[in-house]
């Protein structure tokens, strides 16, 4: 239902920083879970972080804890991923994403059901 658009990707070298973006159309509201994930190639689609819409709680992926930073506005329906220290290994394409449910635990690919186009991130000397 809701549409989402993610910006901000962009080619930058080993410990340098980035932020994307991701704006919403439509429900971001209550215990929804807005998310990032991202694919490298030949890869599965891995959790990054989660921030829980009215509340703010966060949630990350152990490769991301202590460099990623997700936050968000509601007023202006956007979510963001502040990325620091970015590794060759970040290397991908990130997606925004919405909870399929007001379940303010959700990690999983099968819990989301919005998906934005991704945006993609390389890490590269």
């Known amino acids: 239902q809701v549409q989402l658009v993610e910006t901000g990707g962009g080619l930058v070298q080993p410990g340098e920083s980035l932020r994307l973006s991701c704006a919403a159309s439509g429900p971001t509201f209550a215990s929804y879970v807005m998310g990032w994930f991202r694919q490298a190639p030949g890869k599965g689609r891995e959790f990054v972080a989660g921030?829980?819409?009215?509340?703010?709680?966060?949630n990350y992926g152990d490769s991301v804890k202590g460099r990623f930073t997700i936050s968000r506005d509601n007023a202006k329906n956007t979510v963001y991923l502040q990325m620091n220290m970015l590794k060759p290994e970040d290397t991908a394409v990130y997606y925004c994403?919405?909870?399929?449910?007001?379940?303010?635990?959700?990690?999983?690919?099968?819990?989301?059901?919005?998906w934005g186009q991704g945006t993609q991130v390389t890490v590269s000397s």
């Open positions: 921030i829980v819409v009215n509340s703010g709680r966060t």
């Open positions: 994403a919405r909870s399929k449910l007001p379940w303010p635990y959700a990690t999983k690919v099968e819990d989301f059901g919005s």
